[in-house]
């Protein structure tokens, strides 16, 4: 009687069975509910199917779905994370039993997929409770996908769209196809181009191949090579095609530090192993100049560690405005009343990075000044830089400075010291035809300290003092040389009757308190006649009051000039001659008197080239020492 129930009961159960599978057959979409409800489960997150949902069944069955999506997070921007129009998805059956999800196929056609983060910086791809089991996957392919990155505390928002190339003979991973736009860091951002399979993107050793172009602002990158494990960027082996407005945007976008210059464009072999990022070789043109050498750097540190080797063959001088602040762009530096770069260097960026960088500029391309070459070691430390030495080739000689930058301080302290020597007054003013034994040379010191964010700060605040002495020259060079600026038409008509005047001696001692450049000394020496300028310039507002005047050791013409009043601002300077003779000064022998004293002082900066037997200001110097200076009856000079 049992047996009989028992036999009743299972054939019950047999046919419910059979009925719902026939039931599942014919209608599918009853499982909708069931199978949402196991991968909600899994996520943590509410999976829906809203469209039709069928199945093929075999030992790798396919399942197919419609209008699938996974909730975001509470906080989300919007209700869905992730929608898809259509999933297709093979599930091995075997490895199942075996307690292992593998996927031999997904197709998904119209996923969109938003990721983000909260203003806490929170990410929505976290899932609540115990982290989902991930599949492995054996082909992806992927047909009209969109995928979204939003972080508002970077001022990014880009969207990539992305779809499989068909598979390539011999290929075992189809490529994806990408295009980006949005914004990145607040700059305008597009990319286009072609990368692996998403699948390789987990495997933490084959190398996967990137070959695409990406522009962010003003910034332009090409790249084609490979990356290994690029979830976390392990390695990199890619030629790199760099151009850009301004290299200083780069800090926007990698955070490390780079100069301020004009338009560039830079290739070169970029690569990454462990915490060492190098650039080498590379080479291109920086504004009309070419550039060329390695930079590294390395991430292990507290801070970025920039070092590397530069060279241009031929580097124009104008392409360097953006080290002092100025405008990098062509005229720029023109505009506006005045003359000393206004823009803020950022104390930020001083402080984002160390650097150790030696840079040699083996010609200077430029018209109107005498300049050779340029190098420099650059060491930046904890916000402290130092260019020491750097080095400037100036009409066959040079100036060699020692600069201190203190980032660490608020506003920028500053340091300056420089030698000049052997400068060659032919080279000097290359416009005129100087004879051999005009050809004099002059040489001279300056050290000055300020403070200050900007170049016109820093001059308003500048200390120090500067000396400067030459030689055989010719008065007619110096007004060659003042020819060339704007406005001192005036000066050249004041001392043109005497313009193949030769100098002996000319000397320069100026002092610098709080930004205004007096004149302890400032005179030229030649054998008719002294020329003398007082007076002094403020830098901090950018004018001049100064006073030239002609000092004759004989009666001539020179004997009646007025002494020219210099006044006005550094773009617009004034000329005015003054009413009373230079003679009728009682203290014109003061003034020459005045000058005297730091003459000696002075002479060891222009006596540099005693192997070659040449000693300047010979004539002068010793009278000066010995103060042997009156005014005699129409006459003033030396007895």
Excluded at 213 to 218: E, L, T
Excluded at 412 to 440: C, D, E, M
């Amino acid at each position: 009687m049992a047996l009989r129930a028992g036999t009743r009961w299972a054939g019950a159960l047999l046919a419910a069975l059979i009925a719902l599978v026939v039931a599942v057959y014919l209608d599918p979409n009853l499982l909708r509910r069931p199978a949402a409800a196991l991968l909600s489960a899994e996520l943590g997150r509410r999976v829906a199917i809203g469209g039709n949902f069928g199945f093929t069944l075999s030992m790798t069955p396919t399942f197919r779905a419609g209008k699938v999506t996974v909730a975001n997070a509470s906080w989300g921007s919007q209700p869905n994370m992730a929608d898809f129009r259509r999933v297709t998805v093979r599930v091995s059956l075997r490895n199942l039993v075996k307690g292992r999800l593998v996927l031999p196929r997904l197709d998904l056609v119209g996923p969109k997929v938003l990721l983000e983060k909260n203003a806490a910086g929170a990410p929505n791809w976290v899932f609540p409770g115990k982290p989902a089991r991930m599949p492995k996957i054996g082909l992806l392919t992927i047909e009209r996908g969109s995928l979204q990155y939003r972080d508002p505390r970077a001022r990014t928002a880009v969207t990539l769209d992305a779809h499989t190339l068909p598979l390539a003979p011999g290929q075992a991973e189809p490529s994806l196809a990408v295009n980006g736009r949005g914004h990145f860091r607040g700059a305008p951002f597009s990319l286009h181009g072609r990368a692996g399979s998403i699948l390789s993107l987990r495997s933490p050793t084959r190398p996967y191949p990137l070959a695409v172009a990406a522009r962010i602002g003003g910034t332009q990158a090409q790249l084609h090579g490979t990356l290994t494990n690029p979830m976390r960027l392990a390695g990199v082996n890619v030629e790199l095609a760099l151009r850009g407005d301004n290299l200083a945007s780069l800090y926007e976008i990698i955070g490390l530090p780079a100069p301020s210059v004009p338009p560039y464009r830079l290739s070169g072999h970029l690569t990454r192993r462990a915490s060492l990022w190098s650039f080498r070789p590379f080479q291109g043109t920086v504004g009309r100049s070419d550039l060329s050498g390695w930079l590294s750097v390395d991430t292990a540190g507290a801070r970025p560690v920039i070092r590397g080797k530069l060279l241009s063959h031929d580097l124009d001088y104008r392409d360097l405005a953006g080290f002092i602040g100025a405008p990098t762009e062509p005229g720029a530096h023109h505009r506006g009343p005045r003359v000393f770069p206004r823009q803020r260097f950022s104390v930020r960026r001083l402080r984002a990075a160390d650097a150790n960088v030696t840079f040699r500029g083996a010609h200077i391309v430029t018209r109107d000044l005498p300049l050779d070459d340029l190098t420099t070691h650059l060491i930046l430390k904890n916000g402290y830089l130092t260019l020491t030495p750097l080095d400037l080739g100036v009409a066959g000689g040079h100036i060699a400075s020692t600069i201190a930058v203190d980032g660490r301080q608020h506003p920028l302290a500053v340091s300056v010291a420089s030698t000049l020597r052997g400068i060659q007054l032919r080279r000097l003013f290359p416009r005129f035809k100087l004879t051999r034994k005009s050809a004099g040379e002059f040489g001279g010191e300056a050290h000055i300290t300020t403070r200050g964010n900007s170049f016109a700060e820093m001059a308003g605040h500048a200390n120090g003092h500067v000396g400067i002495a030459a030689s055989k020259g010719q008065i007619s060079a110096l007004l060659v040389a003042l020819g060339q600026l704007h406005g001192w038409q005036a000066l050249i008509a004041y001392l043109e009757g005497d313009k193949k005047e030769p100098i002996d001696c000319a000397v320069a001692d100026l002092s610098i308190r709080n930004g205004r450049v007096s004149t302890k000394a400032f005179g030229i020496d030649t054998p008719d006649a002294d020329f003398l300028l007082n007076g002094h310039i403020d830098m901090r507002d950018e004018r001049l009051a100064l006073v030239l005047r002609a000092l004759p050791k004989h009666i001539g013409i020179i004997s009646f000039r007025s002494p020219v009043r210099i006044g006005g601002d550094f773009k617009h300077p004034t000329f005015s001659l003054s009413t009373r003779s230079i003679l009728a000064r009682g203290a014109a022998s003061i003034a020459l008197g005045a000058l005297v004293t730091p003459v000696a002082a002075l002479a060891p900066l222009i006596d540099i080239n005693e192997t070659k037997g040449l000693h300047f200001c010979r004539r002068w110097i010793p009278k000066v020492e010995k103060g042997v200076v009156s005014q005699a009856s129409g006459n003033l000079g030396y007895n």
